[in-house]
């Protein structure tokens, strides 16, 4: 379960932003939300199933989600990976000569086994700067080991499978994932915990389409997802799977990672040597005569023949459902692309509900759908937005921290129509589009 993320000095985030799940204190109108959008775990802590986030385009919602995906492709590929030859894959905030000379940071706080850690790391191009581990005992927090470069300073109570380690760590892999690769009981798990971390990267990224046909035909969940695909109005009624020959470089994408530097815990699952196939799905539609009765069935090739949006259905279902059946953290950039309004709020009720969601599975999604900006769906600590700044830096706000004449947004609010207006910030300032085209003022006022 993710408690909080914090990133500094990435892409559009100068400075230091944290998104966090925790619940805070207030009542939300229905009072129904607080049962359905939040949960407490064995240790009191009240967390939230789902955050959406919203703002302008190029304000900065695309960069939080590859700041948390960077996170984790570090975590899983720096003790196997060696950078020699290039630079690490981090990008500092760039419009500002005090900051593209400093690491960036990366941190999260989490609930692994019910136990709760803090981790993270600072990063330039070139080497490790600096990286912590923390776990929260009974009253304050236990250090497992603090790295300054190649200092590394180990716990040997708390943290004893890290020791003599220090040694075998490079300069430019996280002390975290050597541990995990020499199979230490809590760096694995902890690594196993990213490994799960579910980021969907959006309309830009068909890894997340090619993870979801190649994971099709073996998944358990595979009756469910046709379901699911029958169900949202797509017309298909059965979705049949065909094995062809996968490329490496397709398996690369799927895992996030490449399959030569992985996690040694997912030797079991792809192991090396082994052929992988991808999967090719057929959907099948029913055909009908002149007089409109049914005759037969069409098969179609689910890449080339369904439209975009059937095609994002697919490759959103899965995750979903898988999230919702582990209890896992599913990250989804553009979450409304391709989606109708009516969609898109059905699935984010699947995560606010637990009678569908029993295992506390959690949502956070990046979206410019504003009919999803209601306080009927979402309490204000679960809506966030993204703001630039006059220098292009982005900031990283939510609706309960915000105060408009000084006072909070009240619960009875009408979320849109004020987002909308601008009254929360986070929305373009576009100006008059027909002067770009030379349509004069007083043109203009007479087309009004």
């Known amino acids: 379960m993710l408690i909080e993320f914090s990133v500094t000095n990435y892409r559009s985030f100068r400075d230091r932003v944290t998104l966090s799940m925790e619940a805070a204190d207030i009542a939300s109108q229905p009072p ?45 590929n720096s003790s ?82 890290g020791r003599d380690l220090e040694v075998r760590t490079r300069p430019d892999a996280l002390f975290l994932s050597v541990v995990a690769q020499f199979n230490g009981a809590i760096a694995r798990r902890l690594t196993e915990w990213f ?41 298909i009624e059965r979705l049949e799977p065909e094995r062809l020959p996968l490329a490496e470089d397709e398996l690369d994408n799927m895992l996030g990672f490449s399959v030569h530097i992985r996690p040694a815990f997912l030797d079991e699952r792809f192991p090396y040597g082994a052929t992988v196939e991808r999967i090719r799905v057929h959907t099948y539609h029913q055909r009908f005569d002149a007089e409109g009765r049914p005759v037969d069935r069409v098969a179609f090739d689910l890449e080339r023949h369904e439209s975009a949006g059937t095609q994002r259905l697919f490759a959103l279902v899965p995750p979903i459902i898988h999230a919702l059946k582990e209890g ?20 984010i009720r699947l995560f606010n509900n637990p009678t569908t969601n029993p295992h506390h599975a959690q949502l956070i999604a990046t979206t410019h759908n504003t009919n999803l900006l209601s306080a009927k769906l979402f309490r204000r600590d679960q809506v966030w937005f993204v703001e630039k700044s006059r220098q292009g830096a982005s900031d990283l706000y939510s609706l309960v ?12 609010a009408s979320f849109e129509k004020d987002y909308i207006l601008g009254r929360y910030g986070a929305i373009p300032f576009i100006g008059d589009l027909r002067e770009l085209l030379g349509v004069s003022h007083g043109e203009a006022r007479r087309e009004d």
């Open 195 to 235: 490994a799960a971390l579910d980021v969907n990267t959006g309309v830009t990224d068909w890894g997340d389409m090619a993870f979801a046909l190649a994971n099709f035909d073996t998944s358990p969940y595979r009756q469910t997802i046709e379901a699911f695909m029958q169900r949202l109005d797509t017309g």
């Open 328 to 347: 896992g953290v599913l990250v989804i950039d553009e979450f409304d692309a391709r989606l109708h309004p009516n969609l898109a709020m059905e699935l």
């Open 80 to 161: 196997r990976d060696r950078w020699a030859s290039r630079l690490i894959d981090v990008e500092p905030f760039r419009l500002s000569t005090t900051t593209e000379t400093t690491p960036s940071m990366f941190e999260i706080v989490f609930l692994v086994d019910g136990t709760q850690y803090r981790y993270g790391f600072a990063i330039d191009r070139q080497i490790i700067v600096s990286e912590w581990l923390y776990r929260l005992g009974k009253a304050r927090e236990a250090t497992l080991f603090v790295r300054d470069r190649q200092a590394i300073k180990i716990n040997s109570r708390t943290f004893r499978e």
């Open 401 to 412: 921290e915000y105060r408009l004449d000084g006072k909070i947004v009240r619960n009875d």
């Open 32 to 76: 129904s939300l607080d049962e359905q959008n939040a949960f407490t775990t064995h240790r009191g802590l009240r967390l939230l199933t789902s955050a959406v986030v919203y703002g302008a385009n190029a304000s900065g919602k695309s960069n939080l989600v590859a700041a948390i995906n960077v996170m984790r492709k570090l975590v899983l």
